[in-house]
């Protein structure tokens, strides 16, 4: 039983180590909007107007107002979330691997009798290793295939995709209602 705690304890200390959502204000996307004329403009999208994007300029600190037929490109730089898809993957696939072969023990009747193989701690921490290791890869899978960056190429897209191109930066920006 000595190892069953020490095992939830160590779940108990995963789940509180995985990040949670910073408290305070909001901050918008990460986006590269390269224009027309060749310029790039790499900054905070701060909101999303009728006819304009407002981004803050990470090298100049300002915000500036780009019209939208001035865009070419606008690309979203998507933050990876490695750390919590570890975690997540790792906790859910410790309690599901060491819930299951523990569960497998009890209907098979490995528990009891003359030849105990096994212990039921044995069990659970057999497959609960098991099963961390392969929530580590699927949650690295999932963290990976999240963070990937979106583009959208301005000039090429048809009415219908552009409004759904700035309904889904305008709940990107800082300020998604103005």
């Known amino acids: 039983?000595?190892?069953?705690?020490v095992f939830l304890s160590g779940l108990v200390f995963l789940a509180a180590a995985v990040p949670a959502e910073a408290a305070g204000e909001r901050s918008g996307a990460r986006v590269v909007v390269e224009r027309v004329s060749g310029g790039l403009i790499e900054g905070e999208l701060i909101a999303v107007r009728a006819?304009?994007?407002?981004v803050a300029d990470t090298v100049s600190m300002a915000s500036s107002d780009i019209s939208l037929g001035d865009v070419f490109r606008v690309k979203i730089i998507r933050k990876t979330r490695l750390l919590k898809g570890l975690g997540l993957g790792s906790l859910f696939g410790g309690v599901i691997g060491g819930s299951g072969t523990f569960g497998y023990g009890a209907?098979?009747?490995?528990?009891?009798g003359d030849w105990q193989l096994f212990t039921p701690e044995d069990m659970f921490l057999g497959g609960a290793v098991y099963?961390?290791?392969f929530g580590l890869i699927v949650g690295a899978l999932a963290a990976y295939n999240s963070g990937l960056d979106l583009e959208y190429a301005w000039r090429s897209l048809s009415s219908g995709e552009?409004?759904?191109?700035?309904?889904?930066?305008?709940?990107l920006s800082r300020f998604p209602n103005e």
């Open 1 to 5: 039983m000595r190892v069953f705690s």
């Open 51 to 54: 006819q304009a994007l407002v």
């Open 107 to 112: 209907a098979a009747g490995y528990y009891g």
């Open 131 to 133: 099963g961390v290791a």
């Open 162 to 171: 552009r409004e759904r191109a700035l309904k889904k930066l305008r709940k």
